[in-house]
């Protein structure tokens, strides 16, 4: 991985406050940074803006007829961890058609945004996050949310705006999270912004003497804002334990990803910020837990963020308004063939960790906890309209922030003490 090369790198060049080098220089032929790649198959294919008059369409070119490779051994999950992943997978994928549903029948409040084809990296990433550490998805990560400890009637009740929905009706989309129980920060829509968000939080439990592993999620698209390198950066800097998946489908809306970037593989960003990049192949469930574990084994034991590119294809339009039509159909037909849950499905049958009969009972059974929760859900009331008024100042002591884990080690009079040795110290 990149990160002791770099860090040794950093040590051997004295850089002075003015930035200027002294001591021994490094050529540019002594770096030999290199990206860790878990892939199985690394896709080859580029994208063709192909203009006609007004018209403006995409053309794929390269090899989409290639075998869809195995699944890569996990290093660390056992029967139990991967049938349990696979069965949050399905639960995510499920979810999301009952959620379409749901908006077709007129009962969703707003949009709906799918993670088709990217629940792997939703939820073997989140699974590798102890209970007590922290995350915060994005969009496309209801998976994340589900293994987190959020009930698909949490999401349902959300989505069509009820009174029991985490945000009691106000918000009718994903914009919820829960900071008592499941450690989950809310979506920020601002992409990139939950990036500082969370190494804040990692700097937070630092401070309260634990090293943490807080994980969250940046697109393909997103990843381009100013705030996702402030963001990475400060987390590199300060050490801090972030885990960022980047979750490159291919598509920001509709521009492909080809047009978003101009390095081979976002990855290499990594070495720019000075920390350990690896790949994997979003849509294979083990290179997701294992990088992810990696990952967040490194961010506990003090040793600091790691840039992870899951790459997949994003299965659908941006949200439920968007059919999409501007994907070249045969990379719809390559990705499938690759359909994450299909995929890991195989694999434990293959391996029999999971049998037939199993496998029957475990989709069974999350059909009828869907059922369940829909009805819950669809039955629910919705908010009553005086409820508005409440909830908008507080209450009830709710804002009141209390150290998660134990009291910050810096207490402020320490800091006056030292702000003012200091201050001695200059004159
Ligand atoms: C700073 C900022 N710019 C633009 C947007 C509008 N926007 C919302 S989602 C989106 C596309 C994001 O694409 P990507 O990051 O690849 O994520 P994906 O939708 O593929 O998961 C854009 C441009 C935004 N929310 N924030
Ligand atoms: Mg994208």
């Given at each position: 991985m990149a990160s002791k090369k770099n860090r040794s790198h950093k040590k051997s060049v004295r850089v002075s406050s003015n930035g200027r080098r002294s001591g021994e220089v490094v050529h540019a032929s002594d770096r030999s940074y290199s990206i860790a790649d878990y892939r199985l198959e690394k896709p080859d294919f580029s994208l063709r803006q192909v203009r006609n008059g007004d018209e403006v369409r995409y053309e794929v070119e390269g090899d989409l007829a290639a075998e869809v490779p195995p699944i890569r051994e996990s290093k660390y999950l056992d029967k139990k961890q991967s049938v349990e992943i696979y069965r949050w997978m399905l639960l995510n994928r499920k979810m999301e058609a009952a959620l379409e549903n749901l908006y077709k029948q007129g009962k969703v409040v707003g949009g709906v945004y799918f993670g088709l084809g990217q629940e792997a990296c939703s939820c073997a990433s989140a699974y590798?996050?102890?209970?007590d550490e922290w995350l915060g998805p994005m969009i496309r990560n209801q998976g994340s949310l589900l293994v987190r400890g959020f009930s698909p009637r949490d999401i349902m009740m959300q989505y069509m705006a009820k009174a029991g929905s985490p945000t009691k009706g106000r918000d009718?989309?994903?914009h919820f999270g829960d900071i008592?129980?499941?450690n989950v920060v809310a979506p920020i829509?601002?992409?990139?912004?939950?990036i500082p968000v969370l190494a804040g939080v990692a700097l937070g439990a630092r401070l309260q003497g634990r090293n943490i592993a807080v994980m969250t999620y940046i697109g393909d698209g997103g990843q381009s804002t100013g705030v996702t390198y402030e963001g990475i950066n400060f987390a590199a800097v300060q050490n801090l334990g972030l885990v960022l998946?980047?979750?490159?489908?291919?598509?920001?809306y509709s521009t492909p990803a080809d047009m978003q970037?101009?390095?081979?593989?976002?990855?290499?960003?990594a070495i720019a910020y000075g920390i350990p990049g690896i790949i994997v192949d979003g849509t294979d469930a083990c290179q997701v837990y294992d990088a992810a574990h990696e990952a967040c084994q490194r961010a506990r034991g003090g040793e600091g963020p790691t840039f992870i590119e899951a790459k997949m294809m994003?299965?659908?339009?941006?949200?439920?308004?968007?059919?999409?039509?501007?994907?070249?159909?045969p990379l719809f037909g390559y990705w499938r063939k690759r359909d994450p849950i299909a995929r890991f499905e195989n694999y434990l049958l293959g391996k029999k960790w999971l049998t037939t009969a199993e496998n029957g009972a475990l989709v069974a059974g999350v059909d009828q906890q869907l059922e369940a929760d829909r009805e819950f859900a669809v039955n629910s009331p919705m908010p009553t309209?005086?409820?508005?008024?409440?909830?908008?100042?507080?209450?009830?002591?709710?804002?009141e922030i209390k150290p998660k884990y134990a009291l910050?080690?810096?207490?402020t009079r320490t800091i006056i003490k030292r702000r003012s040795e200091a201050a001695v110290h200059l004159k």
């Open positions: 590798a996050l102890k209970p009718a989309s994903s008592k129980e499941h829509s601002t992409l990139g912004d939950l998946f980047v979750e490159n489908n291919l598509w920001g970037f101009c390095v081979k593989d976002l990855a290499e960003r994003r299965m659908k339009g941006h949200a439920i308004h968007d059919a999409a039509e501007y994907v070249p159909k309209p005086e409820s508005a008024a409440g909830g908008v100042y507080c209450e009830n002591g709710c804002h910050p080690k810096l207490t």
